[in-house]
């Protein structure tokens, strides 16, 4: 009597937990949505230094920013740039400027360092060719609104390379590209 029992509890409770997966199941597809979507932007990225030590060493012309579903880009424009181009990107504690060694605040959870072996001058003439200021935002680029980026500062243009400090939501992965004269800096949005 007392197996009947347990077996007649073990089926209600089993009944009351299909009965109960079936609300679940009728909210699913926006959960799934959700879960697809999370899916896609996985990143195998992570968040260590990267760098690259090949460089064609022409001038900086511009920085820009995008928003993208997945991560927020950073764009440096280097102008008739034709080999590999070099850089050093990486998590820092602080920001200090190349060069002065002097702290530059920069707002976020996060500060992910940026070194593109491009000056922002022409090494010809010394004029600037990127109108990047010490510790000031980035010129022409506004990142109100986005997801993982929180501010942008110019540290240097020192030695054939320039420094930019990212301020990001968090600690998050990224990845470094080329395209053609254009260093990509991509920051994922989640892990």
């Given at each position: 009597m007392r197996r009947l029992t347990t077996a007649a509890a073990a089926l209600a409770l089993a009944g009351a937990g299909l009965a109960g997966t079936a609300g679940v199941a009728g909210a699913a597809p926006g959960q799934l949505g959700k879960a697809a979507s999370a899916a896609t932007c996985s990143t195998i990225?992570?968040?260590?230094?990267?760098?690259?030590?090949?460089?064609?060493?022409?001038?900086?012309?511009?920085?820009?920013?995008?928003?993208n579903p997945c991560y927020d880009r950073m764009v440096f424009d280097i102008g008739g740039a034709t080999g590999k181009l070099g850089y050093h990107v990486g998590y820092v504690d602080t920001f200090h400027q190349d060069g002065s060694g002097e702290q530059i605040p920069v707002n976020g959870g996060a500060i992910l360092q940026v070194y593109v072996s491009a000056p922002s001058y022409d090494p010809a003439t010394m004029k600037q060719t990127y109108a990047g200021k010490a510790g000031k935002p980035l010129p022409g680029v506004n990142i109100t609104g986005y997801k993982t980026f929180k501010d942008t500062k110019f540290g240097a243009s020192f030695e054939g390379q320039t420094q930019v400090g990212v301020g990001v939501r968090a600690r998050l992965p990224f990845r470094v590209l080329q395209s053609g004269d254009q260093l990509i800096v991509d920051v994922a949005h989640t892990w």
């Amino acid at each position: 009597m007392r197996r009947l029992t347990t077996a007649a509890a073990a089926l209600a409770l089993a009944g009351a937990g299909l009965a109960g997966t079936a609300g679940v199941a009728g909210a699913a597809p926006g959960q799934l949505g959700k879960a697809a979507s999370a899916a896609t932007c996985s990143t195998i990225w992570g968040s260590g230094t990267k760098s690259a030590t090949d460089s064609d060493s022409k001038p900086l012309t511009n920085i820009r920013t995008s928003q993208n579903p997945c991560y927020d880009r950073m764009v440096f424009d280097i102008g008739g740039a034709t080999g590999k181009l070099g850089y050093h990107v990486g998590y820092v504690d602080t920001f200090h400027q190349d060069g002065s060694g002097e702290q530059i605040p920069v707002n976020g959870g996060a500060i992910l360092q940026v070194y593109v072996s491009a000056p922002s001058y022409d090494p010809a003439t010394m004029k600037q060719t990127y109108a990047g200021k010490a510790g000031k935002p980035l010129p022409g680029v506004n990142i109100t609104g986005y997801k993982t980026f929180k501010d942008t500062k110019f540290g240097a243009s020192f030695e054939g390379q320039t420094q930019v400090g990212v301020g990001v939501r968090a600690r998050l992965p990224f990845r470094v590209l080329q395209s053609g004269d254009q260093l990509i800096v991509d920051v994922a949005h989640t892990w």
